[in-house]
C-alpha cells in the first residue's frame, strides 16, 4: 500500500473511511436519535464529534485531501469508528504515516505453542525468539547448550556483555562487540517511545564499563550476526549461519535461526555436542 501515489492513498483513504463510517449505526457508538435517517450509518459530524476534530477537518480528511495529519489524530478517528488494530494501522499507511508498532499486544500475549514447537524441532541447532529491544522471550535446548545462555539471560545485549560463558565462547568477541552495540543503537533509533530500549542501556551502562565506552561512541550499523562463530570448550570451534524472520501475527518479534556453515566442519561436532544426529 505504501508504494501507491500520493493520489492513489488518498482515494483509497476516502473510500476506507466512507465504509467505516456507513457500517456504524448511532446506537453502536451511543448517539441518541430521532425520526429516520435518510442515509445508513454515522455522519461525518458525528465522527468528527466522537474524535473530538473540527467537521471541516473530518470532511477534508474523508474527501481524500492533502492535508495534514497527526498520529493522535488519526488515533482519535479510529477509537471513533471503532476500527481494529489491523484496521488502525491502514488507516496510518492510507494517510501516509508510518503505523505504531503495537507493543502492548505484544507484550499481553504468550508465546504460542505453535512457536515453541517450532524452536523445539529447530534442535539440535539453536533458535531464538525476541523482540525488537532484544529480549529474550523463548530458546531451545540447542541454544543453552551451544551458546551458553541459562534461565538468568533475559537480554540478548545484555548476555553479549555479562554472560561470561557466552564471552568466553565467542571467538571473535571485542572485534565484533563494537557493530553489536551500533545495531542495537539503530534499532533503538526506530522506536525512540519505547522504554525498553532505554531500560537495557540503563542496566548495562551501569554494570559494563565496555558497554558505556562503546555506547557513548554514537555508532550506528546494520543488523549483525550474518554468521555466529563460537569455539565450545567441549568441540571446538562452530560456525552457523543466521536467519531472522518477524513472527508476521507479532512484528515486533523475531525469530534467530541457526543454521551449520556450509563447509566450516560444524554438523558432526555439532550432533556430539547435542547427542543427536546430525542435521540433514
Keep these: 500500500m505504501t508504494s501507491a501515489s500520493p493520489a492513489g492513498r488518498r482515494e483509497q483513504l476516502r473510500d476506507f473511511l466512507r465504509t467505516c463510517r456507513a457500517r456504524l449505526t448511532p446506537d453502536d ?11 445508513p450509518g454515522l455522519r461525518r459530524e458525528e465522527v468528527a464529534s466522537l474524535a473530538g476534530v473540527g467537521v471541516s477537518w473530518y470532511t477534508w480528511l474523508e474527501q481524500g485531501r492533502d492535508i495534514n495529519v497527526s498520529a ?80 538468568t539471560d533475559h537480554n540478548c545485549l545484555v548476555s553479549f556483555f555479562s554472560n561470561a560463558r ?31 530500549f532505554g531500560r537495557v542501556v540503563d542496566e548495562l551502562g551501569a554494570t559494563s564499563p565496555e558497554f558505556a565506552e562503546l555506547w ?6 546494520a543488523p549483525v550476526q550474518a554468521v555466529k562463530a563460537v569455539h565450545h570448550p567441549e568441540v571446538g570451534d562452530l560456525i552457523f549461519d543466521t536467519t531472522t524472520l518477524v513472527v ?12 551449520p556453515r556450509p563447509g566450516s566442519g560444524t554438523d558432526e561436532p555439532l550432533a556430539r555436542l547435542t547427542r543427536s544426529p546430525a542435521p540433514a
Design 248 to 259: 508476521a501475527d507479532q512484528p515486533a518479534w523475531y525469530l534467530e535461526l541457526y543454521n
Design 72 to 151: 493522535e489524530v488519526l488515533d482519535a478517528v479510529s477509537r471513533a469508528l471503532r476500527l481494529t488494530e489491523p484496521e488502525r494501522a491502514h488507516l496510518y499507511l492510507l494517510a501516509g504515516l508510518n503505523p505504531p508498532a503495537d507493543t502492548a499486544r505484544a507484550r499481553d500475549s504468550g508465546v504460542t505453542t505453535e512457536l515453541r514447537n517450532l524452536l523445539d524441532t529447530w534442535s539440535p541447532r539453536p533458535a531464538i525468539l525476541r523482540d525488537r529491544a532484544w529480549n529474550l522471550l523463548a530458546i531451545n535446548d540447542a541454544t543453552r547448550t551451544v551458546f551458553g545462555y541459562d534461565d
Design 216 to 221: 557513548a561512541r554514537h555508532e550506528v550499523g
Design 29 to 39: 457508538v451511543g448517539i441518541a436519535t430521532a425520526g429516520r435517517r435518510r442515509t
Design 166 to 196: 557466552y564471552r568466553s565462547m565467542h571467538a571473535h568477541w571485542e572485534s565484533v562487540a563494537p557493530a553489536v552495540v551500533a545495531a542495537f543503537r539503530a534499532d533503538a533509533a526506530h522506536f525512540p517511545d519505547d522504554p525498553d
